[in-house]
């Protein structure tokens, strides 16, 4: 909870400036962006980016989009390509997101892309969202301003209305001209489209004179098989581990004799910002991974979602 309740900013200068610096701090901020109002922290902070996850109480780890300022401070954070510079000059600033590999020494905490090796990036061509990244001078992971399972907000009083109390400020700028989510072009490897959007696939398209391949809506990073895929260390994993048994190395949680603990204290929040960098540690020791039970409140749901995953036996 946030203790004097979420604040209400004008887009104005003085606004801005106040949200940037909640940002800078690790707090939370809900910003007006041309499709819909998105719920803002810096994304190479895995604790700004956890409170993301526990503020919209989303049960399990979904990629978020990256927010920047401008072509340049994308390029900082993915692997650019040609065909990433004819989407680029065609439609940024504006409601098309585009999914590249990341680049090493990124800085984006694994949080944002779900331990993922691509990043979505998407340049809003909203004013108050530009001045945002501008005045913050970083990348801003941003998932649509609702809690969890909600339809995504369009004015400040849709967000106030489902996270009041759980973020520090609203950057309020009336309503959202598009009122869609922005459209999510996959450029890892074949072009596909992973989310119809703001701007139509004929248009991309044209651009790429190249035919989309198309997902069904939300299946890719949805479906666990493709989840499992991506994000299963290659040594097995048992949950709910009171000790070592063997060879194993144990990923502890509270005050547990282990290798790598999540949070000393206990803490849920510090917990899921270390989560994906502890499997990418532990994992490349080799050896089998023993877990140690983390209660299923709040953001725990999504740490064991995401440990089930880890654990669940492999198809081949
Ligand atoms: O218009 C929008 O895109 C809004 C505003 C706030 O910018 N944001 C938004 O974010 O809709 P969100 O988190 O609600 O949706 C992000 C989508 C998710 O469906 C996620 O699966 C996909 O982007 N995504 C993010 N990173 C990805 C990645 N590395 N690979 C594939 N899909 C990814
Ligand atoms: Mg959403």
């Not at 922290?41 to 990256?66: H, M, Q, T």
């Not at 109390?165 to 309503?175: K, N, Q, V």
């Not at 459209?183 to 044209?206: C, D, H, K, N, Y």
Request: glycine content about 12%; aromatic content about 4%; proline content about 8%.
């Amino acid at each position: 909870m946030i203790p004097n309740g979420t604040l209400d900013l004008s887009a104005d200068p003085g606004g801005i400036a106040q949200a940037a610096d909640f940002l800078r701090q690790g707090l939370l901020v809900a910003f007006a962006t041309e499709t819909v109002y998105g719920l803002g922290g810096d994304a190479r902070n895995g604790e700004a980016v956890a409170s993301i996850y526990a503020a919209k109480g989303r049960p399990s780890f979904n990629p978020l989009i990256a927010h920047v300022a401008s072509v340049g401070a994308a390029q900082r954070y993915v692997e650019w390509s040609d065909r990433a510079e004819a989407l680029a000059a065609a439609f940024w600033p504006g409601p098309l997101t585009m999914v590249l590999p990341l680049r090493d020494e990124h800085g984006i905490s694994p949080l944002v892309t779900a331990g993922l090796d691509t990043l979505a990036v998407r340049v809003p061509a909203h004013g108050t969202a530009r001045s945002l990244l501008a005045a913050f001078d970083g990348p801003v992971a941003a998932p649509s301003a609702n809690p969890s399972g909600q339809i995504s907000p369009t004015t400040a009083d849709h967000v106030r209305a489902g996270l009041d109390g759980r973020i520090a400020a609203i950057l309020d700028d009336g309503p959202c001209g598009v009122g869609l989510e922005s459209t999510i072009v996959g450029l890892a490897g074949e072009p596909s489209l992973l989310r119809p959007g703001g701007v139509a696939l004929e248009q991309v398209e044209t651009v790429l004179g190249t035919e989309l391949h198309i997902h069904q809506a939300g299946d890719l990073l949805t479906a666990p098989g493709q989840l499992q895929s991506h994000y299963a260390p290659d040594a097995p994993v048992r949950l709910n581990a009171e000790n070592r048994q063997g060879d194993e190395v144990l990923l502890g949680f509270g005050p547990v004799d282990c290798d790598l603990n999540l949070s000393e204290k206990g803490n849920l929040t510090e917990a899921a910002a270390n989560l994906f960098s502890a499997l990418h540690t532990l994992n490349a020791t080799g050896r089998p991974i023993a877990v140690s039970p983390i209660p299923d409140q709040g953001l725990g749901a999504a740490i064991n979602d995401r440990l089930r995953r880890a654990a669940a036996p492999r198809d081949s």
